[in-house]
């Protein structure tokens, strides 16, 4: 194994960076409220994004804000704002998507890690030397980028590769999709005066899940739009081979129990990977990740059974 | 002045259709590079094109795929080696790696930045513009006030679609081949439409747009003199007939309002533009809603008082 890869984990809440943390992950990411690609009950408030990064210090461990919605052009000035804040309070990187938000903050806060969202949709080695000439440290590689394309731009490329573990592939490119805003999109504005744009996975984090419902061709042919699961298990050896840098949890949305059995499975797996690299029996790994893997699913499933409910609906949406 | 652009992704549709309303051309089609003759994955073709373009005094400039993996790059440096002896004026991008490739390749080539590029702010724009960006298309999702401020932000010139299926989506896969068996010249130039109770999407194979074709005919004046000069119709997998009429209907519409004509809607255009949309018309996100809606008084459309678009689209200081 090349490097010593770390282990990121979702924030959602205090009480789950805080298990993430104690299950052993080396940092955790939180969404700024409006700010990142979840909504708004997933997302926290600065001041405990703050406790959380004190916790993170005491810990030795580490805290990435997710401000990585293609927010407003004329909320520029707020985000930069918001940028600051977090710097002063020491906070050890950012999670972006906008390149213009990216080049200003290494430009102002070059301190500051700059990690490019899976959102950017960064899938090609001229794209990832992009993003490395305007300052970034890190991608997050696109669900579907093979372990090959992955490896080649780690050969080529000086910039930190962080991969999900398990994910679902959009029927689109992750970032290139606006089918749920054209269907339901509104905008709201927040106390701080961020607009949270309701509708949009890209602007606002909250996705109506399109392309889960029942479709038809034009003949009446039940069709279905492909939105399939990731799962990076089996290629978690190549990535450590590959020299990949970081391996991501997705999942802010879930319960902290579910979240903490998956970052001690995580943990469990890559320390033994790193001492006996691929003599490690992967089989009984995955026998126990089906069964994590089960409540995940049905964790996710209810979720995207009440996102359609309430666009068919058209229920408030929820803040 | 200003200027009407389309898209036209091979020879054929070139050879068949009257373009005599577009001043300029997008040549290729940016969602699939397996498009049948398609001109931005054919050299041979692409020159021929150009020509024939440049004969009837268009503007030309060449439109790449879209989302290129690692294993596309080659053959796109290949392609753009042979377009540095053409007479181009300027390349289409919808990828910000390819940006750098043609900036490292030293391309002579202002670069257009396409629609999937995901253009949200000015900072972005004015970052690309130190590469070689000088014109952008704003990410369909943005609203007026946000493409105007990017517009008056930013040393980009800002290109807005007046007309056509909205780009909603692009994918790795194609759909089509997916669930029809066939080669793609079987395939690929068919209309395919998705529904779902109400809903209505048209697929091109990798890329989803609406169903709904957006439409500005009625605020084309004031985008106008707001100073909108760059003006794009969506016209990817439609028919001569859509290309050639849409285009006529915009080019009159804006030689009225650039001679200062208040009255610039032909009513016959109107029964026009209606038979040749599928599914209805709509703004787009321009007014700050669900994308598929239309406000407006034309096409049966939601009534908000001018004013009130007015305060909202326009509410900032320039």
Redesign the interface.
């Known amino acids: 194994m090349k490097n010593k890869i770390s282990l990121l984990a979702p924030g959602g809440s205090p009480e789950m960076a805080q298990a993430a943390f104690l299950a052993g992950a080396d940092a955790v990411y939180v969404g700024a409220l409006g700010w990142s690609r979840r909504t708004a009950r997933y997302e926290l408030p600065d001041q405990e994004i703050r406790s959380i990064n004190r916790l993170a210090q005491d810990m030795g461990k580490r805290v990435r804000v997710a401000l990585n919605t293609?927010?407003?052009?004329?909320e520029?000035e707020l985000f930069l704002k918001k940028v600051e804040r977090f710097a002063q309070w020491g906070v050890h990187g950012l999670i972006l998507?906008?390149?213009?938000?990216m080049?200003?903050v290494k430009e102002r806060f070059p301190h500051l890690e700059v990690h490019v969202s899976a959102g950017?949709?960064?899938?090609?080695?001229?794209?990832?030397?992009?993003?490395r000439?305007?300052g970034v440290d890190m991608v997050v590689a696109p669900c579907?980028?093979t372990v090959e394309?992955i490896a080649?731009?780690k050969r080529y490329v000086d910039v930190g590769i962080e991969v999900f573990l398990h994910s679902n592939t959009c029927?689109?490119?992750l970032?290139?999709?606006?089918?749920s805003?054209?269907?339901?999109?509104q905008?709201h504005w927040d106390q701080e005066g961020k607009n949270h744009f309701w509708?949009?996975p890209?602007?606002g984090g909250y996705c109506h899940r399109?392309c889960k419902?029942?479709?038809?061709?034009?003949n009446g042919e039940p069709?279905h739009?492909?939105n399939d699961m990731f799962l990076a298990f089996s290629n978690i050896p190549d990535y450590l081979e590959a020299g990949v840098d970081c391996l991501k949890i997705q999942g802010r949305e879930y319960s902290i129990d579910l979240i903490r059995e998956i970052v001690s499975f995580y943990r469990t797996l890559l320390d033994e990977l790193t001492q006996r690299g691929k003599a490690v029996d992967m089989a009984a790994y995955l026998t126990q990740l089906q069964e994590i893997s089960k409540k995940r699913d049905a964790q996710r499933n209810n979720r995207t059974h009440t996102v359609l409910q309430e666009l068919?609906e058209e229920a408030p949406l929820p803040v | 002045m200003f200027e009407l652009s389309t898209h036209i992704p091979t020879l054929r549709i070139l050879k068949e259709t009257d373009l005599s309303a577009y001043h300029s051309l997008y040549l290729g089609d940016p969602t699939c590079p397996h498009v049948p003759g398609n001109l931005s994955s054919h050299p041979d073709l692409l020159k021929e094109a150009l020509y024939l373009a440049k004969e009837q005094g268009k503007g030309c400039y060449l439109s790449l795929y879209a989302e290129p993996r690692n294993k596309d790059l080659p053959w796109i440096e290949r392609l753009l080696e042979h377009a540095s002896s053409l007479p181009l004026d300027g390349i289409e991008v919808h990828n910000l790696g390819l940006v750098r490739l043609i900036k490292k390749m030293n391309l002579p080539f202002p670069i257009h930045l396409g629609s999937f590029a995901n253009l949200y702010t000015h900072e972005t724009a004015k970052l690309l513009h130190r590469m070689g960006v000088t014109k952008v298309f704003p990410n369909p999702e943005l609203s007026l006030e946000e493409i105007n401020y990017i517009r008056t932000h930013a040393p980009t010139q800002v290109i807005l679609q007046i007309h056509g299926k909205i780009p909603l989506g692009i994918s790795e896969n194609c759909f089509i081949r997916e669930y029809r068996e066939g080669t793609c010249e079987e395939l690929c130039f068919k209309p395919y439409w998705l529904a779902s109770g109400k809903w209505t999407l048209k697929n091109l194979g990798r890329a989803t747009v609406s169903g709904k074709d957006l439409c500005l005919i009625e605020y084309l004046g004031s985008l106008y003199w707001r100073g909108f000069r760059t003006f794009y119709i969506q016209t990817l997998r439609e028919s001569k007939r859509y290309i050639e009429t849409i285009g006529t209907i915009y080019r009159r519409a804006l030689e009225k309002i650039d001679q200062g004509i208040d009255d610039y809607i032909d009513q016959s255009s109107i029964g026009l533009m209606s038979e040749l949309s599928s599914y209805g018309f709509c703004n787009g996100y321009l007014f700050r809603r669900s994308g598929h809606r239309y406000i407006g008084r034309l096409f049966g459309g939601e009534r908000i008082s001018p004013l009130e678009v007015r305060k909202e689209e326009w509410s900032y200081e320039e």
Do not use: H, V
Not at chain 1, 175 to 179: V, Y
Not at chain 1, 213 to 218: D, F, G, N, R
């Open positions: 293609n927010f407003s052009p004329l520029m998507t906008d390149p213009g938000a080049f200003l950017a949709n960064a899938i090609n080695l001229e794209d990832l030397r992009f993003y000439e305007i579907n980028l394309e080649e731009i029927f689109t490119y970032g290139k999709c606006i089918m805003s054209y269907f339901r999109y905008w509708g949009s890209n602007r399109i419902a029942q479709w038809t061709m034009e069709t739009l492909r068919m």
